[in-house]
């Protein structure tokens, strides 16, 4: 099971921290993806770790961060210098670490419940 927080209100410019937490499993065998659904729209993929890669999507490099926390077995996406557009819920996924990083949703195999972030003035 994957439980996403730090979701909330900010103002553009700001910053949040979402973190995806796993029980039943280690996220180290684990690759990890951030996907958003803003509402209207598809679910895109945002950001993702492996063992030995990480991919962000276009619009957000350079203002996001994902990282991993063995210890408290969370991966973790800093999210600054946030926009209106960044506004969705967001929803992080798993997939076993050898089997890639997809950036299609179709392939995760567990899923957390999302968290809404939303930025606006």
Same mark, same amino acid.
């Given at each position: ?37 803003? @509402? ?11 063992? #030995?890669?990480?991919?962000?999507? /276009?619009? %957000? ?34 997939? @076993? ?11 995760? #195999?567990?899923?957390?419940?999302? /968290?809404? %972030?939303?930025?606006?003035?």
């Amino acid at each position: 099971q994957l439980v996403e927080s730090g979701g909330g209100l900010v103002q553009p410019g700001g910053s949040l921290r979402l973190s995806c937490a796993a029980s039943g499993f280690t996220l180290d065998y684990f690759a990890i993806g951030w996907f958003r659904q803003a @509402p209207g729209k598809e679910r895109e993929f945002v950001a993702g770790i492996k063992s #030995d890669n990480i991919h962000y999507r /276009t619009s %957000v490099k350079g203002r996001f961060t994902i990282d991993r926390d063995s210890g408290k077995n969370t991966v973790d996406l800093q999210m600054n210098s946030l926009k209106p557009e960044d506004t969705a819920v967001y929803y992080c996924a798993a997939i @076993p670490d050898e089997m890639g990083l997809p950036l299609s949703e179709r392939f995760y #195999d567990y899923w957390g419940q999302g /968290t809404q %972030v939303t930025v606006s003035s």
